[in-house]
Nanobody, 112 residues
Framework: QVQLVESGGGLVQPGGSLRLSCATA????????MAWYRQAPGKPRDFLAR???????DYADSVKGRFTISRDNAKNTVYLQMNTLKPEDTAVYYC??????WGQGTQVTVSS
């Protein structure tokens, strides 16, 4: 059974940082392409960042230079380091594996 479990969300002030984690099970993680998406209320789910099994990364323009995706194959976990957060970053953040599997999401709220 495939499981993706996000954690690390919460309330942060504008300009602050958070690191999201996505722990996986049931997939061959080291061979998997992983990605992060987010969905704000009333909006579609948007792509943020991806990391290939080989470590290549790609980012949406909206987060380039502020967010960093990384992976730890020994822990079967993918991370999203988010810096210089803005109120418009408020959303539910989702982990995706191989464009097929989703986690349950973690809420990020950026507010003073």
């Amino acid at each position: 059974q495939v499981q993706l479990v996000e954690s690390g969300g919460g309330l942060v002030q504008p300009g602050g940082s958070l690191r999201l984690s996505c722990a996986t099970a049931g997939i061959l993680f080291r061979f998997s392409n992983m990605a992060w998406y987010r969905q704000a209320p009333g909006k579609p789910r948007d792509f943020l960042a991806r990391i290939s099994s080989g470590g290549s990364t790609d980012y949406a323009d909206s987060v380039k230079g502020r967010f960093t995706i990384s992976r730890d194959n020994a822990k079967n976990t993918v991370y999203l380091q988010m810096n210089t957060l803005k109120p418009e970053d408020t959303a539910v953040y989702y982990c995706n594996a191989n464009s097929a599997y989703w986690g349950q999401g973690t809420q990020v709220t950026v507010s003073s």
